[in-house]
Structure formats: structure tokens, C-alpha cells
């Protein structure tokens, strides 16, 4: 017999992923690994035999329990499955997964719904990043359907609102690594940053690229991710990140002017080794941080609105990005104060999925009683 194992599989911003309470998984790094590896169907580059979507953005897994933190009612644990590679990655944060966990801690009796609008403070457990989001629950019962548009997701729904309360250097320790706002990385001027997610941010036009192609022709541009990669490996170490030759981080992001008349600034998202559709949610608030900070790449090729609180338009391939961002400090030296945006969720399966006894009885992993129900 195979093993059963409650799941429920949420679509969180332009991700997909399955959720798992803490209880329902071994809690030994191997053994749980084990176990996600043979659930999401990897290495296999189609997942065929697993609940992955054969790519990273739909490959991913959250791991939820009641927090024992102050001040904290949800812990959440991000894993990154590698689709066609044995690698279960927690080193970074996903804030696209991330929205998922409120509807999914209400769900499953983690946080009681209130009337009209539950707000859930959420820690990260990969960085101990903490952000609070707020899910339209009217009558005690979470709504999924509304006018909240993202790009990367058809349709609309209801609008799950994030706000970051301490992103800054959450992974490499400090905003900025190096203490620089711009590092000349394998002759390339870049910025090492991390507000929510490590990130190297470049000029488009410092690869020979305009920024503005199309998905498809970047993530065949194999001469691009050979330098890109290039890039990436030797700011590993800088960024406090070690050797990131099987890490996920640092994402790479080329940065060019708005292409449109209401954006600020365009990206293409590496992640790290496929052109992202889209932006991912910390990589967004991040490139946002970078375009307020004089002398960076970013900074160089935004086009700023005025005023302590900004609303930028992070450009992508398949749309735009809104990031909410207050500003402290002095023009000369600006500070980050606060991020925020919006995200929508929804949940898409509630139910039991099966690892193969073989890999429970390899692990030693017998499940809660609760997952076979």
C-alpha cells in the first residue's frame, strides 16, 4: 500500500504549490526531503509522477505550523523543488508562496477566521523574515473571488494584501553584503542585495541585451546564462552565500528603462537558471529597493516618482509588478522602510497524496494518524 499524507495545493500569486502542516511530514531533514522529492516527481524535468508542474515556479512546497514565536501566529517553511535535479532548496524566501499560507492556516484551524478581515503575522523560518497578511474573510469564511488582477494569473480574485516587516538582509545578513551599492562583479557593475531575496541586479545593456526581449528568446540565450552564471558564482561568496553552484541563490535580475508610459523600471528574472515569466514577489521588492538607491544599476534606468511613499511599477515579460515602498533617510543616503503589495491565492485541491511505501520504509517515516483520515 502506498503511504497517504494530507496535501492541499494552492495557487499563491503566480506559483503553485503543495502545503503540508508540519505534522504531516518527517521532521528530519532527510527523511522529509526524501518524502518531497517523491511527492513533487523529481528528478524528472516533466515530474509525470509527482504533483510538481515540471518548473521551478510549480514546483514548490510550504510547511505550516502554529508559530511558538512572540508576536507571531504562523511559522512557514519554504522549500524550492528542483524539478529535474534531487535538490530540495530552503535557503530562500517566496513571497508568491508566502500568500498562500494564510488561507491555508485558516483552512486547515490553524488561525480562527474573523469577521470581514483576518490578518496573519506569518514568520518565514528560511530567513526569519515576518510579514503580516490581510485575507477578506466576510461572514468567517475566506473569499477567493474578486477584482485583485496580477499579472501572470488570468483572471481576478480577492486581493490578499502583504506587508514585509523586516525583510532587509534577511538571507545574506545585510542589505547590501559588501556594504556597496554598486560591485564590479567578472567586469560587470552590479548590486549584491537582499531585501527579502539575494539578488544581483545588472544592467541589461552591461550583457549586451536591451532588457525588453521576449521570455522565450532569454531563456534560450545560452551565451547570456553562461555569463550570467559567470556573474552569479563569483558573487556567491561575497554575498555571504558560500559556493551557490546547487543553490538557488542569488537570482539574477537585468534591469533596462520602463518600456511603458506608467512604468518605472523593466526587469527580466533569472531564477537563476531559467528566464522568470514574470518576477518573483521578494525579487520584485528588492529591484524596487535597488531603483531608489543613487549610483545603482537599477537607480540608473528608473524612472522614480517623487515623495517619501512610492508606488513603482516593476516592468516583467508578461506585465507588471506594483511594489509599495516608503522611504526614510536623506536623498543621498535613502532608507527602506517599509514594502508592500498585493497578491491573490487559491486554494485548488484539499485532499490525501501518496508517497510510494518504498520511500517511507526507506526513510522510516510513518505518517500522523491525522494524514490518513
Given amino acids: 500500500m502506498q503511504v497517504p499524507i494530507r496535501c492541499m495545493l494552492i495557487r499563491g500569486g503566480t506559483s503553485k504549490g503543495a502545503y503540508f502542516l508540519e505534522d504531516d511530514l518527517p521532521r528530519e531533514t532527510k527523511a522529509r526531503d526524501a518524502i518531497l522529492l517523491s511527492l513533487m516527481g523529481s528528478p524528472d524535468a516533466r515530474q509525470v509522477d509527482g504533483l510538481g508542474g515540471a518548473h521551478p515556479l510549480t514546483s514548490k512546497v510550504a510547511i505550516v505550523n502554529r508559530s511558538r514565536e512572540k508576536d507571531v501566529d504562523i511559522d ?12 530540495v532548496d530552503t535557503t530562500p524566501n517566496c513571497g508568491n508562496i508566502l500568500s498562500g499560507v494564510g488561507p491555508f492556516a485558516i483552512e486547515r484551524g490553524l488561525i480562527p477566521a474573523q469577521d470581514g478581515v483576518t490578518r496573519v503575522r506569518v514568520r518565514t523560518v528560511n530567513t526569519g523574515t515576518i510579514a503580516e497578511l490581510a485575507i477578506e474573510t466576510p461572514g468567517r469564511h475566506i473569499n477567493y473571488e474578486g477584482d485583485a488582477r496580477i499579472d501572470g494569473v488570468p483572471g481576478t480574485a480577492a486581493p490578499i494584501a502583504i506587508d514585509f516587516l523586516d525583510a532587509e538582509g534577511s538571507v545574506c545578513g545585510k542589505l547590501l553584503p559588501t ?56 558573487a556567491g561568496p561575497l554575498m555571504n552565500l558560500g559556493d551557490v553552484a546547487k543553490k538557488v541563490v542569488p537570482k539574477m535580475c537585468l534591469v533596462a528603462p520602463p518600456a511603458t508610459k506608467g512604468g518605472h523600471i523593466a526587469t527580466r528574472s533569472f531564477i537563476p537558471h531559467e528566464c522568470h515569466s514574470a518576477i518573483g514577489v521578494f525579487a520584485a521588492v528588492t529591484v524596487a529597493t535597488a531603483a531608489v538607491l543613487p549610483g545603482s544599476p537599477a537607480n ?25 515602498i516608503e522611504v ?30 518504498s520511500v517511507a520504509t526507506k526513510v522510516g517515516f510513518t505518517p500522523h494518524a491525522m494524514a490518513a483520515e
Fill in 300 to 324: 540608473k534606468v528608473a524612472r522614480l516618482p517623487e515623495g517619501r511613499s512610492k508606488t513603482l511599477s516593476v516592468e516583467h515579460p508578461t506585465g507588471e509588478f506594483t511594489v509599495r
Fill in 328 to 357: 526614510g533617510g536623506t536623498p543621498e543616503k535613502p532608507v527602506v522602510e517599509r514594502a508592500g503589495l498585493l497578491r491573490t491565492a487559491r486554494v485548488l485541491f484539499d485532499g490525501v497524496t501518496y508517497v510510494k511505501s
Fill in 179 to 234: 556594504g556597496n551599492v554598486v560591485d564590479r562583479i567578472a567586469g560587470v557593475d552590479c548590486t549584491l542585495i537582499d531585501n527579502g531575496m539575494p539578488v544581483i541586479v545588472l544592467a541589461a545593456a552591461s550583457v549586451g541585451r536591451t532588457g525588453h526581449e521576449p521570455r522565450d528568446q532569454l531563456d534560450k540565450d545560452v551565451e547570456l546564462k553562461k555569463r550570467l552564471e559567470e556573474i552569479r558564482l563569483a
Fill in 76 to 87: 512557514f517553511l519554504f522549500a524550492q523543488i528542483t524539478p529535474d535535479k534531487d535538490v
